[in-house]
Nanobody, 124 residues
């Protein structure tokens, strides 16, 4: 069983930055692919970013490419999402997720473990 706890959300003005963290329990974190997803009010949850268990393969939604960066520190069992140049349309609850297969990617169904989410609000 893996438990994921997100932190780092908050209120920021458009153009600002935030860094989200996701701390994972479990000794096999380094073998999991990790992903970030988000859900805005009234919308379905959508893919944001992911990386494979090695960290060598990364994936980004077109809407965040060039602005967001996913990274991981396996020694700390933590995955990060650095968000720069934030826009009001980035406002959502952000969730991290773990895929034990190690491949990650865009498909939500591949992720077996989910955090509780952290709110990000970008004001205009």
């Amino acid at each position: 069983q893996v438990q994921l706890v997100e932190s780092g959300g908050g209120l920021v003005q458009a153009g600002g930055s935030l860094r989200l963290s996701c701390a994972a329990s479990g000794r096999t974190f380094s073998s999991y692919a990790m992903g970030w997803f988000r859900q805005a009010p009234g919308k379905e949850r959508e893919f944001v970013a992911a990386n494979s268990w090695t960290g060598r393969s990364t994936y980004y939604a077109d809407s965040v490419k060039g602005r967001f960066t996913i990274s991981r520190d396996n020694a700390k069992n933590t995955v990060y999402l650095q968000m720069n140049s934030l826009k009001p349309e980035d406002t959502a609850v952000y969730y991290c997720a773990a895929d034990p297969s190690g491949s990650g990617g865009l498909v939500q169904g591949k992720y077996d473990y989910w955090g509780q989410g952290t709110q990000v609000t970008v004001s205009s």
